[in-house]
């Protein structure tokens, strides 16, 4: 409550930020250069869902389906690291029209769909997995619920935590430029994850790899600053998480959920 006698009000005078139009970033074809970053990406993306589901002991993986996949990079590098026998891909845009270098070899299935209903049957896949897809969602628990629909064993989800102390209104301002809606703390992904009514087994915060810290820099800038940060991360991953922008990744056991009294 404000008190009368304590003089205006104060304001923080933030700056308006600007929505493009949802998914303007993704459309169209990419340049050899976006798709090699795509593809050093993916593996990243790849390499931490493989390291929580082996902490899991998970067991075999059969049918695999990404919900968002793009143009298919992560989905790909899915095969390629073992993860699966069969291997589906949906987004809203017809990733079909524009197949990451290699998918169409892999005979990897990608198809569109209208972004609310998934067009599988309950528990169909063994493993679900949105990677960067839930900052672009206007409605995350029913874009949530519909993961947790079809997924029969584990659903994975990987999110950019871009809400630190060193956040600005301009960082803000260019994630929203590439469609990020949703902003992230390891904590507020639990909590989404949570009332969602699919509490995480774990939540984990991954570094890029020295790929992406390579990427657009010298090898000696990229070596101080993995150095930097992983120490960092190794040290405490709850401060490192509000000084820099790390990945999170979040293991739901689909099994467990639905054995559970109040279940999905």
């Given at each position: ?6 003089g205006p ?8 930020l600007?929505a ?10 990419y340049g050899d250069?976006m798709?090699?970053w795509r593809?050093?990406?993916?593996v990243?993306k790849?390499a931490n ?5 082996a902490?899991?002991?998970?067991g075999p993986?059969?049918?695999v389906l990404?919900?968002g996949c793009?143009?298919?990079?992560v ?5 390629r ?7 589906c891909?949906i987004?809203?845009a017809?990733?079909?029209a ?6 169409t070899?892999?005979g990897?299935?990608l198809?569109?769909y209208?972004g609310m209903?998934?067009p599988f049957?309950?528990?169909?896949h063994?493993l679900?997995?949105?990677s960067h897809v839930l900052?672009?969602v206007p409605?995350?628990r ?10 029969a064993k ?9 809400i630190?102390?060193r ?8 994630t929203l430029?590439i469609?990020h809606?949703n902003a992230?703390?390891?904590?507020t ?5 949570s ?7 774990d939540?984990?915060?991954f570094?890029?790899s020295?790929?992406v810290?390579?990427?657009r820099t010298?090898a000696m ?12 991360l190794?040290?405490?991953p709850?401060l490192?998480?509000k000084?820099?922008?790390?990945h999170?990744g979040?293991?739901?056991?689909m099994e ?6 109040r279940?999905?």
């Amino acid at each position: 409550m404000h008190d009368q006698g304590a003089g205006p009000i104060p304001s923080l005078n933030l700056p308006q930020l600007v929505a493009p139009a949802q998914n303007q970033h993704y459309e169209g074809s990419y340049g050899d250069a976006m798709l090699q970053w795509r593809g050093i990406s993916a593996v990243d993306k790849v390499a931490n869902m493989r390291a929580m589901l082996a902490a899991a002991g998970a067991g075999p993986i059969a049918h695999v389906l990404e919900v968002g996949c793009g143009t298919g990079a992560v989905l790909l590098e899915t095969k390629r690291a073992g993860i699966g026998a069969e291997h589906c891909g949906i987004d809203l845009a017809d990733p079909s029209a524009h197949p990451h270098p290699g998918v169409t070899e892999a005979g990897l299935a990608l198809a569109a769909y209208d972004g609310m209903t998934i067009p599988f049957g309950d528990a169909s896949h063994d493993l679900v997995y949105a990677s960067h897809v839930l900052e672009h969602v206007p409605d995350e628990r029913g874009f949530l619920a519909e993961l947790a629909r079809v997924a029969a064993k584990w659903l994975y989800i990987e999110v950019p935590c871009e809400i630190h102390f060193r956040t600005t209104m301009r960082d803000l301002q260019t994630t929203l430029n590439i469609g990020h809606i949703n902003a992230f703390t390891p904590e507020t992904l639990a909590l989404t994850l949570s009332s969602a009514g699919l509490p995480p087994r774990d939540v984990q915060i991954f570094d890029h790899s020295m790929e992406v810290h390579r990427w657009r820099t010298s090898a000696m800038k990229a070596r101080a600053k993995a150095m930097m940060r992983r120490g960092l991360l190794a040290a405490s991953p709850r401060l490192a998480s509000k000084i820099f922008t790390y990945h999170a990744g979040a293991l739901i056991d689909m099994e467990r959920i639905r054995q559970s009294p109040r279940g999905v």
